[in-house]
């Protein structure tokens, strides 16, 4: 079976006939045709998703989505909130850990590139231990200790995509004299 989904948004769209049916994988509501254009006008991260059935399809949106939502709590808790909004996300992203296996998932999508500095997330590996928090703590802490290496990395990266794009401004030029 496939459907539209959105990871971000927690919603999937089924088309059944000439019938749309839209499902918030939150609650696993069902969204009324007549407002779904409100919910769905902000989403820009729709893809297809092909599963044998209904249930498995919305199990695998859900995770995806809670996935995401866990991602964004850790940026917002990086950025900076108040202290009992940090509490709640924290909280949130703990019981994610614990309750899906989404480690890798969310260490994946924190390690995509360098944090610009480390002090905020050290006090915020603090502030999980502080509150018990231990598998949020464990997974943060993982990720300071990866950004060294990130960013070796990403230094390399850019280094070899200089060189090719010196290498390709070079052709150019050496191509225009030899015309």
């Known amino acids: 079976m496939k459907a539209f989904a959105s990871n971000v948004g927690g919603l999937c769209v089924f088309e059944e006939g ?5 499902v918030n994988v939150v ?3 069902t969204v009324a045709p007549e407002t779904a254009h409100l919910v769905c006008g902000a989403i820009d991260d729709w893809e297809v998703i092909d599963r044998p059935n209904r249930e498995a399809l919305l199990r695998e949106v859900g995770e995806r989505h809670r996935r995401a939502r866990g991602l964004a709590n850790l940026e917002v808790c990086l950025t900076g909130v108040s202290a ?7 909280a949130e992203v703990d019981d994610l850990l614990k309750a899906i296996d989404a480690r890798r ?3 994946a999508m924190l390690l995509r590139a360098p944090l610009a500095a480390i002090d905020g997330l050290t006090v915020l590996i603090n502030e999980c231990l502080s509150e018990g928090f231990a598998s949020t703590a464990s997974l943060l802490e993982h990720v300071r200790e990866s950004q060294p290496l990130l960013r070796r990395a990403s230094r390399a990266k850019n280094r070899s ?3 090719f ?3 390709a401004l070079s052709s150019r030029q050496f191509l225009r004299r030899i015309r």
């Open 18 to 22: 000439q019938q749309r049916h839209f």
């Open 27 to 29: 609650d696993m509501s």
């Open 84 to 90: 009992r909004l940090q509490k709640e996300l924290l």
């Open 105 to 107: 998932q969310l260490e």
């Open 161 to 163: 995509c200089d060189r």
């Open 165 to 167: 794009f010196a290498l």
